[in-house]
């Protein structure tokens, strides 16, 4: 007797990659596939990711009626962070994830001797000597 929660492997089909130009357009098409088996949907993400879409689901609608950043975070209980996350994924229409944006937005660090503004506080007592200004402990 077959169970009715498992899905017949003739259900799905996902499209060939050889037949797609590219591997994001292979993933675009299978996702598409998958979003019209509800069931096979629910059998492969997990709870957390369950989660993590409705709370976004949440702080989109939240966002669109008009209510506050902190009043979203209070009533559902995610940071400000989330909440500009999603803010900036409506604005841009595509969500990414922290990983993604800091591939490409994080700013670099600059390690330089040359501190432009920034004066360097120097310890112990100034020497002076044939080689310059060495700073001698007290």
Same mark, same amino acid.
Request: aromatic share 6%; with cysteine; net charge positive.
């Given at each position: 007797?077959?169970?009715?929660? !498992?899905?017949?492997?003739?259900?799905?089909?996902?499209?060939?990659?050889?037949?797609?130009?590219?591997?994001?357009?292979?993933?675009?098409?299978?996702?598409?596939?998958?979003?019209?088996?509800?069931?096979?949907?629910?059998?492969?993400?997990?709870?957390?990711?369950?989660?993590? !879409?409705?709370?976004?689901?949440? !702080?989109?609608?939240?966002?669109?009626?008009?209510?506050?950043?902190?009043?979203?975070?209070?009533?559902?209980?995610?940071?400000?962070?989330?909440?500009?996350?999603?803010?900036?994924?409506?604005?841009?229409?595509?969500?990414?994830?922290?990983?993604?944006?800091?591939?490409?937005?994080?700013?670099?660090?600059?390690?330089?001797?040359?501190?432009?503004?920034?004066? !360097?506080?120097?310890?112990?007592?100034?020497?002076?000597?044939?080689?310059?200004?060495?700073?001698?402990?007290?």
């Amino acid at each position: 007797m077959e169970d009715k929660n !498992i899905i017949d492997k003739k259900q799905i089909i996902l499209p060939l990659l050889k037949d797609c130009s590219s591997r994001k357009e292979w993933e675009e098409k299978s996702w598409h596939k998958i979003l019209e088996h509800k069931k096979l949907l629910q059998l492969i993400i997990t709870s957390h990711e369950q989660r993590d !879409i409705v709370m976004r689901a949440a !702080i989109m609608e939240g966002l669109t009626s008009g209510k506050g950043q902190r009043e979203l975070g209070r009533e559902l209980f995610v940071s400000l962070q989330t909440i500009n996350v999603v803010k900036k994924a409506m604005a841009e229409n595509n969500y990414r994830s922290y990983l993604e944006r800091s591939k490409k937005e994080r700013k670099k660090r600059k390690y330089s001797s040359s501190s432009l503004g920034t004066k !360097i506080k120097r310890r112990g007592r100034p020497v002076r000597t044939k080689y310059g200004i060495v700073h001698m402990p007290y």
